[in-house]
């Protein structure tokens, strides 16, 4: 199955959280905070929306930081994505 975002809305995959801290402490699952960090998996058209003029600056395979809360979780064939708009994403990791 193929996940095909609308307008200006982005697929993401979430990156892997770290199993351990910096130091060498191994962190139990409670303790383990969701990255916001993910990979783009699929990008929207654009266009007019809400009567202005959206391009999209994303493209898939960026690796990109994305708001906290923000987005939709959706599971599809086992795999966890994130939905969100573009204006929830934060910055490009390069």
Known sequence: ?????????????????????KSGIVLPGQAKEKPQQAEVVAVGPGGVIDGKEVTMQVKVGQKVIFSKYAGTEVKIDDEEFIVVKQNDILAVIE
Not at 6 to 11: A, E, K, N, Q, T
């Open 1 to 21: 199955m193929k996940l095909t975002p609308l307008g200006d809305r982005v697929v993401l995959k979430q990156l892997v959280a770290e199993e351990t801290t």
